[in-house]
């Protein structure tokens, strides 16, 4: 199977129509390191189905901000909300108090996270890796899970390679590893964290065109990335980090066609790349 023009098609389990009705709410969200002020009020909605792609600088705070909503980093001020449910803290007798590390887990359940690293068990083989949180985690029995990891390596297009190891397996194919397993837990929500800035040019391709097709089956997905072209076909809302603040926000045309903001437009030169240009309608280079 050619991993990216065979690409397998079937929807992603779970995925649902699209609504307004926001999974993500950030509201006022602080974050500082020391002096550092990392993070600087934010406030972001991500609805069903909807794909935001956070775009920004390095060091300008994006990846700290889908570490927050991961529950990967404490924020200082505001809150996130995971499917209306408060993440991170938990209010007694009226007061905020950090949540522990169950209330946490319970929120985000339905988070599932795939990061610049693939972060896989070399001692296992690819089935192995996407099994093994449906059998501790879920409790499912080894044959349920087989039969879900087999599933879900198919939806990324590896069922061909499920008996090879991580050493075995290219830059691409273990990240689309980790993306099965990630799916394999039923998630509402999929973060990526730079996917595929750890992956040889040649290799983006084929877990572009994963995450694309997740984005065509449903899927809510908050992605930081500095793939423009990606953002421009994919996203709903393009969020433009800057200092800590979210300096623009909008439609890819919006954002990418109508970049008045200097700041943004100066960020955007440094990705000169036509394709991200491209309307979402058609093929064709806008005039």
């Not at 599933?151 to 290219?170: C, F, I, N, Q, R």
């Not at 691409?172 to 990526?192: K, N, Y």
Request: proline share 5%.
């Amino acid at each position: 199977m050619n991993a990216i023009t065979d690409m397998p098609t079937s929807p992603i389990p779970n995925a649902t129509p699209p609504t307004r009705q926001p999974l993500i709410q950030v509201r006022e969200l602080g974050k500082q390191y020391g002096e550092n002020e990392v993070l600087r009020g934010v406030d972001l909605e991500i609805a069903k189905s909807e794909v935001v792609c956070v775009i920004g600088p390095s060091g300008s705070g994006k990846s700290t901000l889908l570490r927050c909503v991961a529950a990967l980093e404490t924020y200082d001020r505001g809150e996130v909300l995971i499917e209306g449910e408060l993440l991170g803290y938990a209010d007694r007798n009226g007061r905020r108090t950090r949540a522990s590390q169950g209330e946490i887990n319970r929120v985000r359940r339905n988070v599932g996270m795939v990061f610049q690293q693939f972060n896989l068990w070399p001692h296992m083989t690819a089935l192995g890796n996407v099994m093994e949180a449906l059998q501790r985690v879920r409790g499912q029995s080894r044959d349920e899970a087989k039969r879900r990891g087999m599933a879900m390596l198919e939806t990324v297009g590896l069922a061909h390679k499920a008996d090879a190891y991580p050493a075995k397996l290219s830059g691409g194919q273990q990240q689309r590893v980790a993306i099965a397993r990630a799916l394999a837990m039923e998630p509402h929500i999929m973060l990526f964290d730079e996917p595929t800035s750890a992956l040889d040019p040649e290799l983006v391709g084929e877990v572009l065109q994963v995450m694309k097709q997740l984005a065509r089956d449903g899927m809510t997905m908050m992605v930081v990335t500095h793939e423009m072209g990606f953002a421009a076909q994919v996203a709903d809302k393009v969020v433009f980090i800057d200092q800590g603040r979210i300096a623009v926000q909008g439609s890819p045309h919006e954002v990418f066609h109508d970049a008045a903001q200097p700041r943004l437009r100066q960020f955007l030169q440094n990705y000169f790349d036509r394709n991200a240009f491209w309307t979402r309608s058609n093929d064709t280079e806008p005039a």
